[in-house]
């Protein structure tokens, strides 16, 4: 049976036993008041015509009197019941319609179809919320993925490309120098290997399939800055690190990806000469977190939100030759979320980036 015919049968079933205890309620209450047998009372004296003599009815005339009309009313109270159980639970269930006719349309694929529920926020309205926001998430996310497939696929085809490229140079011109070729090759090859190791990276971080273990920011952020010191100085950057012990339970090695991620798009996207980037830890009561912050150019409140999207890179920085992959703060966001943390970007006064990550701290050892 459908839950329309059962809530149906609920509610003429519930009304018919009420009215069946009703009925007897009062048959109860009249049986107080009658005698088991029938009264007939003699002539009252009067004038010379006398009154007529008073009769009162036993039980069996009462049974035959009541019964009739009870069984009719509980026939009543039990169509009564069904037509309206059948009106009231077609209303109840009409929410539970919309509903299960947008399910079936995000199953066939659709994921851009609302509920939209109107009416008061009952039981029915915070269920279709709820799915109207799942269908959203679902939408954006699959919109993501879509780009980053199509992202990836652009990424990777291109030093395929070039290798391909420079394979038909050679093959054409045989007295090219072998060594210069080797050399691009290399250098292709390598990127190629880099973009690889980032994509792994990345899909790692969104399984969370990594072991555990009490881990101190702060060390994490030391070996950070030493592995990229050589780079700041080549970029002529200075680098300074303060802040105190942020333990935190996590992956190392991911970690220390995420800071090392973080220090280098700091130092890459600095100013030209003289500029700085400043490594922070603290722990509080809300639990720890890393601050990167640098200098470097203004940044349009628009920009910030496409920054942790996979191979999306500032405007105005994508043919530098440290312009990276496009993937370091995407990894990061990754690496945060797989940690249960937050990545936050905000733009600092004057130019440049903080980058904020913040986790819950590690339980007292």
Not at 114 to 127: A, H, K, P, T
Not at 291 to 304: D, H, Q, S
């Amino acid at each position: 049976m459908s839950v329309r015919l059962k809530l149906t049968f609920s509610y003429a079933g519930f009304l018919l036993l009420a009215g069946a205890a009703l009925i007897a309620v009062v048959w109860v209450f009249l049986l107080r008041y009658v005698p088991a047998e029938a009264i007939t009372l003699g002539r009252a004296p009067g004038d010379g015509r006398g009154q007529a003599g008073l009769f009162i009815p036993g039980r069996s005339d009462l049974w035959n009197a009541f019964a009739p009309k009870a069984a009719l009313m509980l026939a009543l109270l039990l169509v009564v019941g069904l037509v309206g159980g059948w009106i009231l639970a077609g209303r109840m269930l009409a929410p539970l319609r919309r509903i299960t006719a947008a399910t079936r349309a995000a199953g066939r694929g659709d994921l851009s179809h609302r509920i939209e529920l109107e009416g008061r926020r009952d039981e029915f309205r915070e269920l279709a919320d709820s799915f109207d926001s799942m269908l959203a998430r679902l939408e954006a996310q699959n919109a993501e993925q879509q780009r980053f497939a199509a992202n990836a696929s652009h990424e990777l085809r291109t030093p395929l490309a070039i290798t391909q490229t420079l394979l038909e140079v050679a093959r054409n011109d045989p007295d090219r120098d072998s060594a210069e070729l080797v050399e691009r090759l290399h250098a292709v090859n390598a990127r190629a290997i880099e973009l690889t190791e980032a994509l792994l990276t990345l899909s790692r971080a969104d399984q969370r399939s990594f072991n555990r273990e009490r881990v101190d920011l702060s060390l994490v952020a030391e070996e950070a800055v030493e592995e990229l010191l050589p780079l700041a100085q080549k970029r002529a950057v200075s680098i300074e690190l303060s802040g105190e012990a942020a333990p935190t339970t996590g992956s190392q090695p991911l970690l220390l990806q995420l800071v090392t991620n973080l220090v280098h798009n700091a130092i890459v996207h600095n100013l030209p000469h003289g500029g700085t980037v400043r490594v922070a830890t603290a722990a509080g009561a809300q639990g720890v977190e890393v601050t990167v912050e640098n200098t470097g150019e203004e940044l349009a409140p628009e920009l910030l939100a496409t920054l942790t999207e996979p191979f999306r890179r500032g405007t105005e920085r994508i043919h530098t030759d440290q312009a990276g992959l496009g993937l370091g703060l995407a990894i990061a966001k990754s690496i945060v979320g797989a940690h249960d943390g937050t990545l936050t970007l905000a733009a600092r006064p004057g130019g440049g980036l903080r980058a904020t990550a913040r986790f819950p701290a590690a339980p007292a050892p």
